[in-house]
């Protein structure tokens, strides 16, 4: 298949962003703004909102390669679809979509396939400007992840813990979060996993942290959490393989190659922190020795 046709409205719209004229960009804004319900009304609304005529939104959906504006709403349709698609919905369309090759192969394939995408779609400016954000010593970093995205966010503090000072780890359970959120100021980063289905919770922590001025780094996936609104950073990973579950490899692989990076531009602290922690791993014998 294409890559185009496999490629979201909001990805078309990014890759074209060069190519678009002034009134072209004003009518993306507008439709990356409450993607991807913003493009879902008429034409004539969705121009009317964007202060554009109608022939611009004709030639905008053109242009990122659909033939016509009801091939852009189907389009979002079934982007919208898979946003709200729950275990047993994406596992009914696997089943009924499920070509004969092992699962082994096919899980295999869309994983890779999902890593070279979500790694192809991370400029090097966005990925250095998250791990310079990470790697000050001055920024205080705070954790959060949700139901399921909460182990990546473990994994990711686990790490980031022993590299540097100051990182906490935000509780999934929101009842605490004003208690963490406190003594959040302008130079604090918090560090968000939010996939679908997108978690009410973790959208108001993130609105929370921008009204204090904290730095929101994102990682969701391929439809953007509502909580990109109020991200500095957004890392969308791809996310859909033959499984009523989401898969977490590409993000995990981000995620990994980010704690490298920020490692690295420590080393000096973080070496003298892993011999201390080294030290009292073997001095309470917590790990078996041969």
């Not at 579950?245 to 980010?258: F, G, H, K, P, Q």
Request: hydrophobic share 45%; with cysteine; proline share 4%.
């Amino acid at each position: 298949m294409d890559e185009t046709a496999k490629a979201t409205v909001a990805e078309r719209l990014r890759a074209h962003a060069a190519t678009l004229t002034r009134s072209e960009r004003q009518l993306a804004d507008v439709i990356l703004g409450a993607y991807p319900a913003s493009g879902l009304g008429t034409i004539t609304s969705l121009a009317e909102g964007a202060q554009v005529s109608t022939p611009t939104v004709a030639r905008l959906v053109q242009k990122i390669g659909f033939q016509g504006f009801p091939a852009f709403q189907e389009a979002l349709r079934l982007e919208l679809n898979e946003k709200i698609s729950g275990p047993l919905t994406k596992r009914e369309r696997w089943v009924d979509d499920a070509p004969d090759e092992h699962i082994l192969n096919r899980f295999t394939k869309a994983v890779i396939d999902n890593i070279g995408r979500s790694l192809g779609e991370v400029t090097p400016g966005q990925f250095d400007a998250a791990c310079t954000l990470l790697a000050d010593p001055v920024r205080r970093i705070h954790v959060v992840g949700g139901r399921i995205t909460r182990t990546l966010a473990d994994y990711f503090f686990l790490h980031l813990q022993v590299i540097r000072e100051n990182v906490t780890y935000i509780a999934s359970n929101s009842n605490a979060w004003p208690h963490y959120l406190l003594d959040v100021g302008p130079d604090d980063v918090i560090v968000i996993f939010d996939i679908r289905r997108y978690e009410n919770s973790t959208l108001r922590l993130a609105e929370l942290a921008r009204e204090r001025e904290a730095k929101v780094i994102l990682f969701s996936d391929q439809w953007q959490s509502p909580v990109a609104e109020f991200a500095d950073i957004v890392f969308q990973n791809r996310i859909a393989v033959p499984s009523a579950w989401d898969s977490n490899v590409a993000t995990m692989l981000l995620v990994e190659i980010v704690i490298a990076e920020v490692q690295e531009r420590n080393w000096t602290t973080t070496k003298a922190r892993m011999e201390a922690l080294e030290e009292m791993f073997d001095r309470t014998q917590f790990f078996r020795k041969f």
